[in-house]
């Protein structure tokens, strides 16, 4: 039990670390590292809630597809010009004083429900142990969920062909 | 030592959420400002996980993993729309790109 709260503050610590790191720097490839700590602590937070497959799927995915695309695209724009302008824009107070409010009521109603969310440790039922993790996301993937599976393949699909577009110098 | 139960997960993904709001909202480098967005996805993710794990329910997995598919599609066709944006206007500052603004 002491070692899961130790490791759940070291993961905290690295996500929300990585993610003021990730709005802070001035040089995008600075913030693109930060997010990357800050992903690979997510990820070590989803090993601790035992979601293991989407522990795999967030380091494969999320730091080794969408990271390097960042930082293909980084290469392939220009950010020296941008890096010595200002880094804020001048809503910058508005933004914060809203983010406050929301900040505020969102942690209000978590201390409200504080008890509410205490099922976890006395709830009986327990998955099947004797099946991975791996398979239980599989058979609900395409059991349950396997028309928005396919529509989530034809997003992609669509994804693919509009960014292709988009880059392309002409049509 | 209290024992890590839902509710610090829910405040952590509430502070990474605000976090990545902040980013969307005050940056103007767009760049980053796609980066805050990966930041509020995960905010999501980490929800769906904690309450998965808390409800002994495989759904909420099933969901954070539509969720990472949309973080894909929209930072491809973010980025292309960069690229774009930037072989025509030469800026990745998001105030600059103002040309519907009266």
New interface residues.
Partial sequence: ??I??VL?YIF?LL??GG??L??T?RN?VH??IS?IV??LG?AG??L????E??FA??IV??VG??MV??LF??M????DE?AK????????LV??V??AA??AQ??WF?YKG?DA?????N?A???PEAVG?TE??A???FR??LL?FEI?SV??L???V??????K?RI | MHPIGTVHYLALSTALLLIGTVGVLTRRNIVIILMSIELILNAVNINLIVFSHALHSVSGQVFAIFVITDAVAEAAVGLGILIALFRNKETVLADEIDLLKW
């Fill in positions: 039990m002491l899961d709260t759940f905290a996500v929300l993610g003021l990730t709005i720097r995008a913030s693109a997010l800050s992903l997510v937070l989803y601790l809630q035992q979601a497959f989407l799927v967030q995915l999320y597809g969408i695309l960042f695209v980084i392939l724009v220009n950010l941008a302008e200002r880094q804020f824009n001048r809503q910058w933004a914060l809203a983010v929301v900040g969102l942690s978590i504080k969310f205490h099922f976890a440790e709830a039922v327990a998955l993790n239980q996301v058979d609900s993937l349950e969920y928005p989530a997003l992609l669509v994804a693919v509009g960014s292709v577009v988009m880059a110098k």
